[in-house]
């Protein structure tokens, strides 16, 4: 596996199963976008050992295999792999935390014996290294302004922990069918949710009660990400603009729907999506040229 063909594999892998940030990073310059693809495909990668519907492999054999690839990887070696190769490229180029790798990888493991979580406190623990880790290897790919990098850190993990619980409450009926509830313990009781809701094919009131609470938790993580936009390079800036209003779409969608979620997976309008894209493309050209002029014009 060439180094060239690892990262179009992730970028296949982002173009697949990521459609909304892989639109959005469209509006990056063009270098960034494989580094941010391998950074997603590698995330997939691991993500289809542990949730995929088809997989009859050991899973746990699997997703032992893996680390140790990654382990090894990471200190040096080559790897056998399709994906880990543009992975590894990508995270000695730009020095990103070993310690978010593993984090990462400890929730994949989670996964395979962790079916619920009492707390919300005990979910984020799990979205520690599931969602904030990613955002935060995603930090450096973004380029943060000069001397701005420690300040943007806790943006970069809440837009993170945004995401997925955007994810989880779209995706309520998806993770009940592999065994799994997100939504933590405390919250179905607080509305008198039974479990067994969640594998309904259509949303009570007690659970659009419960996913209405769920999506207010997602907006003040949206919320606190929000100021660490304008703390990265300007050609970084439309990208993230664009992922944050097109993955804050999806939850648009969900309220304007009721929080009718079990009957059927919500997306964001082919249309809208299109006007987003539209809507940040002239900053991101603009801002694009203006970083490369600024190169040109360098000593």
């Known amino acids: 596996m060439t180094l060239t063909a690892s990262y179009e594999r992730c970028r296949r892998l982002h173009a697949r199963y990521g459609r909304s940030y892989y639109l959005a990073t469209r509006l990056l310059p063009r270098w960034k976008r494989r580094h941010v693809h391998a950074l997603y495909g590698f995330a997939r990668y691991a993500d289809e050992i542990v949730d995929s519907f088809t997989m009859t492999a050991d899973r746990s054999r699997a997703l032992d295999r893996l680390s140790a690839l990654v382990e090894a990887g990471l200190a040096g070696a080559e790897a056998d792999d399709p994906v880990l190769p543009a992975f590894l490229h990508t995270v000695r180029s730009f020095g990103i935390d070993h310690g978010d790798v593993a984090a ?33 290897m ?51 009781d607080k509305f008198g949710v039974d479990p067994s809701a969640l594998g309904a094919s259509r949303s009570g009131r007690a659970v659009r009660e419960l996913l209405a609470f769920e999506a207010g938790r997602a907006r003040d993580h949206y919320r606190a990400a929000a100021g660490g936009i304008g703390l990265l390079v300007a050609s970084s800036r439309p990208c993230v603009r664009a992922a944050f209003d097109l993955y804050g779409g999806i939850l648009d969608e969900i309220e304007r729907r009721g929080f009718e979620v079990l009957a059927g997976r919500v997306r964001v309008p082919r249309r809208r999506k299109a006007a987003v894209f539209a809507r940040h493309l002239p900053a991101s050209a603009g801002a694009g040229r203006a970083e490369r002029r600024v190169r040109m014009e360098l000593p």
Do not use: K
């Open 138 to 188: 995603m930090l450096p790919v973004l380029e943060p302004a000069p001397g701005r990098a420690e300040a943007a850190r806790e943006p970069a993990r809440q837009l993170g922990l945004a995401f997925q619980l955007t994810n989880f409450i779209r995706d309520v009926a998806e993770d009940f069918a592999r065994g799994r509830v997100y939504l933590p313990a405390e919250d179905l």
């Open 104 to 136: 990462f990888l400890a929730s994949m493991r989670a996964d395979l014996s962790v079916t619920s979580y009492a707390t919300y406190d005990d979910l984020l623990g799990y979205m520690a290294g599931s969602a904030a880790a990613i955002g935060t």
